[in-house]
C-alpha cells in the first residue's frame, strides 16, 4: 500500500507549486478584506490593523515555542524592521481607506498589486520581463482602471475619490514590501519572515492604535483572531510561493 501510494505522488513543477501557493494566498486575503472591512466600520482604522497583526503574531507564537527562538533568529534584521516599517506605510493607507470603499472597488485596486511587483522585480531584482508578461500587465491595468477610473475622476462623471486614490497608493508600497521579501527568501526561511513581519508592523502600529483605542466587544475580539488566523496564513503562502 505505501508502494502504492509512493507511485502516485505528483510532482509539481516549481512553477506550478509556486502558482498554487499565491492561489491560496489569495483566497485567504479576500475573506480577510471582507472580515476587515466589517470591523473598520465599528472600530477606528488605526485600532484595526494594529489588533489584525497582534492576533497575526499571537496564532504563531505556539509555533515559536515549539522550535525554539533559536529557529526564528533572523540573520538580517535590519532587513526584517525595514520589511516592516515599509508594510506598515502600505497598511495605514489601506486601512484608512478601507470603511470608505465598497469591497468590490477594494479588490479591484488590489489587483494593482502584481502589476507593480512584476514591474518592481524587473527594475531592482533584474527578473526577466518578456512581452507577454508586458501585455499581461497592460491588460490587467486597463481592467482595474474600468472598474474604478470613473470613481478616480478619470471617465465622463469622475468624482476623483480620495479613499480611492489613498486606496490606491498603497499598492506600490505594498509591492516594495513584498519586494524586500523576495530578497529576504535569500537568507531567512518562510516563518522568521512571517513571525517577524507581525512583530514589526505589530510595534510600529502600536502607537497610533493607542490614540484612538476602543474597546472592542467580545464577539469583535474573535473576528480579530479569526483575522489573524486567516493573515498569517496568507503571508505564508505569499511568502512560499
Given at each position: 500500500m505505501t508502494g502504492w501510494l509512493h507511485a502516485r505522488t505528483v510532482h509539481l513543477p516549481p512553477t506550478v507549486r509556486g502558482l498554487m501557493w499565491s492561489a491560496a494566498s489569495g483566497m485567504l486575503f479576500c475573506i480577510l478584506n471582507a472580515t476587515m472591512r466589517g470591523l473598520t466600520q465599528h472600530l477606528p482604522p488605526m485600532q484595526s490593523q494594529f489588533l489584525r497583526y497582534v492576533f497575526g503574531l499571537l496564532v504563531m507564537l505556539p509555533l515559536v515555542w515549539r522550535a525554539g527562538l533559536a529557529a526564528y533568529r533572523p540573520h538580517n534584521l535590519p532587513g526584517q524592521f525595514t520589511r516592516g516599517a515599509v508594510h506598515t506605510l502600505g497598511l495605514i493607507c489601506w486601512f484608512l481607506a478601507l470603511p470608505h470603499l465598497p469591497l468590490a472597488d477594494t479588490t479591484a485596486i488590489g489587483f494593482t498589486g502584481p502589476l507593480f511587483i512584476m514591474i518592481g522585480a524587473w527594475?531592482?531584482?533584474?527578473e526577466p520581463m518578456h512581452w507577454d508578461r508586458w501585455l499581461a500587465t497592460a491588460i490587467g491595468f486597463i481592467g482595474v482602471l474600468i472598474v474604478v477610473g470613473p470613481k478616480l475622476g478619470l471617465g465622463p462623471g469622475g468624482s476623483g475619490g480620495g479613499w480611492h486614490l489613498l486606496m490606491l497608493a498603497s499598492a506600490p508600497v505594498f509591492s516594495a514590501s513584498y519586494l524586500i521579501t523576495k530578497t529576504l527568501t535569500r537568507t531567512e526561511n518562510t516563518g522568521v519572515i512571517v513571525v517577524w513581519q507581525a512583530l514589526?508592523?505589530?510595534?510600529?502600529?502600536?502607537?497610533?492604535?493607542l490614540w484612538v483605542w476602543q474597546w472592542p466587544t467580545p464577539w469583535q475580539w474573535l473576528a480579530f483572531a479569526v483575522c489573524g488566523l486567516l493573515g498569517s496564513s496568507g503571508h505564508y503562502c505569499l511568502t512560499r510561493s
Open positions: 527594475l531592482f531584482l533584474r514589526s508592523v505589530t510595534l510600529f502600529s502600536l502607537p497610533a492604535a
